[in-house]
């Protein structure tokens, strides 16, 4: 019988399933090293944790690691504070074979990331938001197109092609957004296709260049969005490794975060590194 039990400090953090360790996104290890780092999430018995002090991710086996400080946990259902809403967001847990209903969840408490506004190449600039964030009161920029990383953006449930046109007597009831705005369906802690990701940043570079004021979001404003925004550094001619430093310091240190997320980012550096190099040394045509 598998048992799920609460670890060694309170009953809180490292968690014992079978003869399998279980970190919690938040708590605070000690790497091998003897650096501290915070635990960004697991993979079996692989452990993604994020070094401040270095500013990097990188991966460990769970028994490479010690447990300095745990997260906070509670039990319950999801709630509206799952997409941000409340003061404290709440992350998808393990499933407790005592109370099969319920799960464990770590409190993560949201950064509130706002229509930031982050200064890119050639006096050019982008927003970006947390779904916590853009519900709070207050002045904050106006912006004229979204870029959204995540379905709770979405204004409403039903959503129309840009050629459909209601019929005026029917017309009110039909939501009208604020701003033009595209829905990415990218999972959360998650990667898209090379292909997709790089048309993503085309598409947001093009809205940039056309002088929309782009706001950029996801759930918590961080890994999704820190590695969009990577992306569009690099295609601003910074290295991956420049992107990735210039998203942690300037626009949040929680921001890009899994390694695999840095991989992709790197991956698209080299890709687009390689393609200009190409066009740079095809001959040109005299007419």
Not at 20 to 30: A, E
Not at 105 to 127: A, I, M, S, W
Not at 271 to 287: H, I, Q, Y
């Amino acid at each position: 019988m598998r048992i799920l039990q609460r670890g060694i400090k309170s009953l809180k953090g490292l968690l014992q399933v079978g003869k399998t360790t279980v970190y919690l996104s938040g708590d605070i290890v000690r790497l091998p090293s003897g650096q501290e780092a915070e635990v960004i999430e697991q993979r079996g018995n692989k452990v993604d944790v994020y070094n401040e002090k270095q500013m990097q991710l990188d991966t460990f086996y769970t028994k490479e690691l010690v447990l300095l400080e745990a997260v906070d946990s509670l039990i319950g259902d999801t709630s509206d504070d799952f997409y941000g809403y409340g003061k404290q967001t709440t992350m998808p847990g393990f499933q407790s074979t005592k109370q099969p209903h319920k799960k464990y969840y770590p409190k993560v408490v949201p950064c509130g990331h706002n229509r930031d506004k982050f200064q890119l190449r050639n006096g050019e600039t982008v927003y970006l938001s947390s779904r916590s964030g853009s519900l709070k009161k207050g002045d904050r920029p106006e912006v004229t197109m979204g870029c959204y990383l995540d379905d709770a953006w979405m204004k409403a449930r039903v959503m129309f092609t840009s050629d459909f046109r209601p019929d005026n007597n029917f017309s009110q009831l039909f939501q009208e957004n604020d701003y033009p705005y595209i829905v990415i369906n990218w999972s959360d802690m998650g990667v898209l296709p090379l292909t997709d990701f790089s048309e993503i940043v085309a598409w947001c570079m093009t809205q940039i260049k056309h002088g929309e004021k782009l706001d950029i979001a996801c759930v918590g404003g961080h890994g999704r969005t820190g590695t969009l925004l990577a992306g569009i550094l690099v295609f601003q001619n910074y290295t991956a490794d420049e992107a990735i430093e210039k998203v942690r310091k300037e626009h949040c240190n929680r921001a890009i975060e899994t390694v695999a997320q840095e991989q992709l980012i790197k991956q698209y550096y080299n890709v687009l590194t390689k393609v200009r190099k190409e066009r740079a040394d095809e001959p040109t045509v005299s007419k």
